[in-house]
């Protein structure tokens, strides 16, 4: 029981690391918590700081879920993975080190699955990227990408772990959206330079 609290507490402080916001404030001097969408995640760093920040905060995302998710077989424990993940997706989400508060978690949450399970990570990333390159909005390929993830986990790889926490991680991810949704239907949803959709916007009102 205390090897397990110990790996939780760990998944924490290293979910709870805000890439985003430290290369936003101490390399370029800006709070990208009041730029653009507010967000200390990829999207808007990718947004505000431009896109190499914008990858080295999606690696850096990234990279603590799988840590977070491979904290088990370092200490040669049993627990499921995922369950030890939680750990760094509430601490993405609520962050020690910005009062609590944080991201949507939607590549730290990846970076656990590449942790647990690398193929279905794959699987997912790839609907991602698909969404994202047809509608050019990354809160759309989030919202597709998990609703994926949670399908296949109950209908295809009959993981009742794996498909409890993606139920709940949908859940929240698409409540953490809530204020996306009103700007999809409307238009008005910021879109990245690529894509489909972004080269019919521009096309359309140029």
């Not at 993405?92 to 508060?101: L, M, V």
């Amino acid at each position: 029981m205390l090897k397990i609290i110990i790996m939780l507490v760990l998944s924490y402080l290293l979910g709870s690391l805000v890439p985003g916001y430290w290369i936003g404030k101490y390399i370029y001097h800006t709070d990208i918590r009041t730029e653009g969408s507010g967000n200390i995640g990829t999207t808007n760093a990718f947004r505000i700081l431009g896109p190499v920040p914008g990858v080295i905060v999606l690696t850096l995302d990234l990279l603590k879920g799988t840590l977070a998710g491979l904290l088990p077989y370092f200490f040669h424990s049993n627990i499921n993975p995922m369950l030890i993940g939680l750990g760094a997706i509430l601490g993405h989400t609520f962050s020690i080190w910005i009062g609590f508060k944080g991201g949507k978690a939607v590549a730290t949450s990846a970076g656990v699955l590449l942790a647990y399970n690398p193929p279905f990570f794959f699987m997912v990333a790839g609907v991602f990227v698909l969404m994202m390159a047809l509608f050019s909005m990354v809160s759309v390929a989030s919202l597709v990408g998990f609703s994926f993830a949670t399908v296949m986990s109950i209908f295809y790889y009959h993981d009742p772990i794996l498909s409890v926490v993606a139920v709940v991680l949908t859940i929240f991810v698409f409540y953490r959206h809530r204020n996306n949704f009103k700007r999809i239907f409307t238009g008005t949803e910021s879109l990245i330079p690529f894509g489909l959709y972004y080269y019919y916007k521009h096309k359309k009102d140029a």
